[in-house]
């Protein structure tokens, strides 16, 4: 099971979703897009929340307001850091987490520690929480089927953008050559050059 929040802080809004338990948070890492941005709890257990980026966008395009919704909901979802002040929710893209053998389900790391994040919560905000609270839904979705169908588009998309580069590549390659081709008949039509013609004709017919 996945939990479903929306962040209407922004318009449109974004959807953060986190996992039901350690299982679901272990498929969420298996199967997670390139697009998703990861927040926990630093150095504390607490659900695993993601945030699922727009084609494009990067971590940096994250607005500030979207972050402090995605750093309340991972810290009201941990046993310790709910009742903690002052926490640090650590946060990076999909892509930079690690998962090694001998880790137990639902634990991670990083490739690249440079490529992760921090965000300093002085304290849970109620308001946000229930404003969040209020859009939550639940649902199961099939992580390893949506994964596939999201990287069988995206190989079309390539394959299509692939096809009209070639396209365009032949196009420009035929109007150069017609451009090539309409400058060598204007040099041999000038005066000067059809002058030549005419002389090099009448030599041959006075001989």
Known sequence: MVFYFKSEVVTPPVTLFMGLDKYENEDLI??????????HVDKLSSAHVYLRL???????????SVLEDAAQLVKANSIMGNKMNDIEVVYTMWSNLKKTQGMEVGQVG?????????????????????????TKKEEHPDFRS?????????????????????????????????EAELRSYTSLMKPENMDKYDQNN?????M
């Open 30 to 39: 298996k199967w997670g897009w390139p697009e998703d941005v990861w927040f």
């Open 146 to 178: 949506e994964r596939e169908k999201r990287d069988r588009l995206e190989r079309e998309d390539k394959k299509k953008l692939l096809r009209q580069q070639k396209e365009k590549e032949k196009d420009e390659m035929k109007q150069k050559q017609e």
């Open 54 to 64: 727009n084609t494009g966008q990067t971590i940096e395009d994250i607005p500030s």
């Open 202 to 206: 009448d030599s041959d017919e006075f």
């Open 110 to 134: 990083f490739h690249q520690d440079k490529e992760v994040k921090k965000i300093k919560v002085a304290k849970r905000i109620n308001e946000i929480m229930n404003r969040l609270n209020k």
